[in-house]
């Protein structure tokens, strides 16, 4: 698991998110304001560094730090 939050500190080390702002209930739209461009990197680099498939229809659930964890976890099957 502390894998998981490790490539997850890589991940928003490249999208401008400091240690200090990650928290989890830390929205990328209404915290980050992310636009359309900057979460299609954040989906990119999920999908790239957790070798998963997210589909479009997933991207309701990568709202926030919390539930992008979550979701990465649930994927691989991860308690």
Known sequence: MKIIEEKFSLIFKYMGIHKEQIRMEASFANDFDF?????????????SYFKINIRETDYAELNTIGNAMNFVKRKLQVN
């Open 35 to 47: 636009e359309e461009f900057q979460f299609a990197y954040l989906v990119f680099y999920i999908g």
